[in-house]
Antibody
Framework: QVTLTESGPVVVKPTETLTLTCIVSGFPLTNARMGVSWIRQPPGKALEWLADVFSNNEKSYSRSLRNRLTISKDTSESQVVLTMTNFDPVDTATYFC?????????????WGQGILVTVSS | QSVLTQPPSVSAAPGQKVTISCSGSSSNIGNNYVSWYQQLPGTAPKLLIYDNDKRPSGIPDRFSGSKSGTSATLGISGLQTGDEADYYCGTWDSRLTAGVFGGGTKLTVL
């Protein structure tokens, strides 16, 4: 059974750095056809793709957030970490991690439950 | 502003069929496979359709997907009240080198 579980702070101060962890089980981060992505959703708004990472450490980032995001994976710990610098009120959102299936396609077949991160001074 | 364009809302009566459109460009839908997700209130999105028209195991055949050119369509037949949710299309954008989603469509079953 594939599971993804997000963890991290639920409140972040403005300008601070957010660090989120996604612990995965049921599949190895070494599988070439699979990766992990971070996706966020502000309250009442649409999904926004943030970043992804694959087994060969190939990474992609949202162009609008590229300068603030870093994604990394720890294969031995089965976890993927996302850091976002300079947190701002507009970054308040539910952050999801999801497994990517990629061969000739690209889609998210399993999702974590999400973690709501809000800004507060 | 989402890269893919969906209608904000659609509605239909129980038992009827509804379609949800997703419009993009040659750098995304035009040259990549489309997936669709259902998000029930307060829950994480769930994969409904992948590779334009394939259903994961457990997804009923009331849900269907198609693609033509730079647009894709999700069809839901035999509507049930439990289908009330937000629906999102998604794909890879080769120019942006990023995943992209539509703005979401809220389905109301009257």
């Amino acid at each position: 059974q594939v599971t993804l579980t997000e963890s991290g702070p639920v409140v972040v101060k403005p300008t601070e750095t957010l660090t989120l962890t996604c612990i995965v089980s049921g599949f190895p981060l070494t599988n070439a056809r699979m990766g992990v992505s971070w996706i966020r959703q502000p309250p009442g708004k649409a999904l926004e793709w943030l970043a992804d990472v694959f087994s060969n450490n190939e990474k992609s980032y949202s162009r609008s957030l590229r300068n603030r995001l870093t994604i990394s994976k720890d294969t031995s710990e089965s976890q993927v970490v996302l850091t976002m610098t300079n947190f701002d009120p507009v970054d308040t959102a539910t952050y999801f991690c999801a497994r990517i299936m990629r061969s000739y396609s690209y889609y998210f077949d399993s999702w974590g439950q999400g973690i709501l991160v809000t800004v507060s001074s | 502003q989402s890269v893919l364009t969906q209608p904000p809302s659609v509605s239909a009566a129980p038992g009827q069929k509804v379609t949800i459109s997703c419009s993009g460009s040659s750098s995304n839908i035009g040259n990549n496979y489309v997936s669709w997700y259902q998000q029930l209130p307060g829950t994480a999105p769930k994969l409904l359709i992948y590779d334009n028209d394939k259903r994961p195991s457990g997804i009923p055949d009331r849900f269907s997907g198609s693609k033509s050119g730079t647009s894709a369509t999700l069809g839901i037949s035999g509507l049930q009240t439990g289908d009330e949710a937000d629906y999102y299309c998604g794909t890879w954008d080769s120019r942006l080198t990023a995943g992209v989603f539509g703005g979401g469509t809220k389905l109301t079953v009257l």
